[in-house]
């Protein structure tokens, strides 16, 4: 018996998964103290490839042949990342309005700040990753319409040149992250070569894995230790350390990721993250510091056991419970009227 055809790709959506839930734990990693060097541990790894990753798949998925021209394209990503933008930010200025004025928050938290980072983008808030998608997908447009696989392998290597360039003698924060486009395009590029060249069933093997892990734990370690100030590379904040140290670490550590996410197949939950990481990632932040509200006493009490297995277990107990959280609001996007906010069409069944 055949399976239907669909046109998702469910090891993407498991790598998806696995990659927004380490974002989510990531940043409740940053989030809470006391880590007895667990930080520096872990950080470091994840924050390699996890948002990598996503620019990656993004152009393993891209596809310039189904618009009829680029107005038609333009279009469609004003209505799937620009709107999206606008919603999340819109929910980003209401929930700190909460904050200031019914919970009352220490923290540094501004309502004109929040307006002037959002119209600015200077790599602010995690809407900096949509702000770069935009401009990564405006220009791969022109460029994956070349039939020439020589020719896109150039441009990878002239925006290779021209991020390392960047991070050599420039090192600034863009208006509207124009400089993280630089260092994003590669990534968008090499996964959107590695579907057309029809490769990556060669590729992503099992068999690889170990050399794939090697080469990118090499690249990396050697990217923090020859870098000056480098803890990790933080893409958000513009920290890549040495770019083509950047590059490799980031690519064999997507490879291994995509190697075994296509061997495994699929994990329910982890997939449907995956499938709907737009929501999970742009309002898992708002979740968190709502979370950390409450949750960050409890763990500042908790004094008496030793540190580090108390940080990983608040670490992962908030990341599930907003994984959690997100799910519902996934659902109550996806299933009303409110999907209309997040580019999708709503289907009244």
Same mark, same amino acid.
């Given at each position: /018996?055949?399976?239907?055809?669909?046109?998702?790709?469910?090891?993407?959506?498991?790598?998806?998964?696995?990659?927004?839930?380490?974002?989510?734990?990531?940043?409740?990693?940053?989030?809470?103290?006391?880590? /007895?060097?667990?930080?520096?541990?872990?950080?470091?790894?994840?924050?390699?490839?996890?948002?990598?990753?996503?620019?990656?798949?993004?152009?393993?998925?891209?596809?310039?042949?189904?618009?009829?021209?680029?107005?038609?394209?333009?279009?469609?990503?004003?209505?799937?990342?620009?709107?999206?933008? =606008?919603?999340?930010?819109?929910? =980003?200025?209401?929930?700190?309005?909460? *904050?200031?004025?019914?919970?009352?928050?220490?923290?540094?938290?501004?309502?004109? %700040?929040?307006?002037? %980072?959002?119209?600015?983008?200077?790599?602010?808030?995690?809407?900096?990753?949509?702000?770069?998608?935009?401009?990564?997908?405006?220009?791969?447009?022109?460029?994956?319409?070349?039939?020439?696989?020589?020719?896109?392998?150039?441009?990878?290597?002239?925006?290779?040149?021209?991020?390392?360039?960047?991070?050599?003698?420039?090192?600034?924060?863009?208006?509207?992250?124009?400089?993280?486009?630089?260092?994003?395009?590669?990534?968008?590029?090499?996964?959107?070569?590695?579907?057309?060249?029809?490769?990556?069933?060669?590729?992503? *093997?099992?068999?690889?894995?170990?050399?794939?892990?090697?080469?990118?734990?090499?690249?990396?370690?050697?990217?923090?230790?020859?870098?000056?100030?480098?803890?990790?590379?933080? /893409?958000?904040?513009?920290?890549? %350390?040495?770019?083509? =140290?950047?590059?490799?670490?980031?690519?064999?550590?997507?490879?291994?990721?995509?190697?075994?996410?296509?061997?495994?197949?699929?994990?329910?939950?982890?997939?449907? /993250?995956?499938?709907?990481?737009?929501?999970?990632?742009?309002?898992?932040?708002?979740?968190?510091?709502?979370?950390?509200?409450?949750?960050?006493?409890?763990?500042?009490?908790?004094?008496?056991?030793?540190?580090?297995?108390?940080?990983?277990?608040?670490?992962?107990?908030?990341?599930?419970?907003?994984?959690?959280?997100?799910?519902?609001?996934?659902?109550?996007?996806?299933?009303?009227?409110?999907?209309?906010?997040?580019?999708? *069409?709503?289907?009244?069944?």
């Amino acid at each position: /018996m055949h399976k239907l055809r669909t046109d998702r790709i469910e090891w993407l959506d498991l790598a998806k998964g696995f990659a927004i839930f380490l974002i989510i734990f990531a940043h409740c990693m940053e989030w809470y103290s006391s880590d /007895m060097g667990v930080k520096s541990q872990l950080l470091p790894i994840i924050y390699s490839f996890h948002v990598p990753l996503f620019f990656f798949v993004s152009g393993f998925l891209f596809s310039v042949d189904k618009y009829k021209n680029f107005w038609k394209f333009l279009l469609k990503i004003i209505k799937t990342i620009l709107l999206p933008y =606008l919603t999340f930010a819109i929910i =980003l200025i209401l929930s700190d309005v909460v *904050k200031i004025y019914v919970l009352h928050t220490k923290d540094n938290v501004s309502i004109i %700040g929040d307006i002037k %980072g959002i119209l600015l983008q200077q790599h602010f808030n995690n809407l900096w990753f949509l702000a770069t998608l935009f401009f990564v997908q405006i220009i791969s447009y022109f460029i994956c319409k070349i039939k020439n696989v020589k020719i896109i392998f150039i441009f990878i290597s002239v925006f290779i040149a021209a991020s390392y360039l960047y991070e050599l003698f420039i090192d600034k924060l863009l208006y509207w992250c124009i400089d993280e486009v630089l260092f994003t395009i590669p990534l968008f590029l090499f996964g959107f070569l590695l579907k057309k060249l029809n490769f990556y069933d060669n590729i992503l *093997k099992i068999k690889f894995l170990p050399l794939f892990l090697i080469i990118s734990f090499t690249a990396n370690y050697l990217n923090i230790y020859l870098s000056k100030d480098l803890n990790f590379v933080n /893409m958000c904040k513009g920290y890549f %350390g040495n770019v083509l =140290l950047f590059y490799i670490s980031a690519l064999f550590a997507i490879l291994s990721v995509l190697a075994v996410c296509k061997k495994i197949g699929s994990i329910s939950p982890i997939n449907y /993250m995956g499938k709907n990481s737009l929501v999970y990632y742009g309002l898992h932040i708002i979740v968190l510091t709502f979370l950390f509200h409450f949750l960050n006493p409890i763990y500042c009490r908790l004094n008496n056991i030793p540190h580090m297995y108390i940080y990983i277990s608040f670490c992962l107990v908030t990341a599930v419970l907003i994984s959690l959280i997100m799910t519902i609001v996934n659902i109550i996007f996806i299933k009303t009227p409110l999907c209309v906010l997040i580019g999708k *069409k709503y289907k009244n069944n």
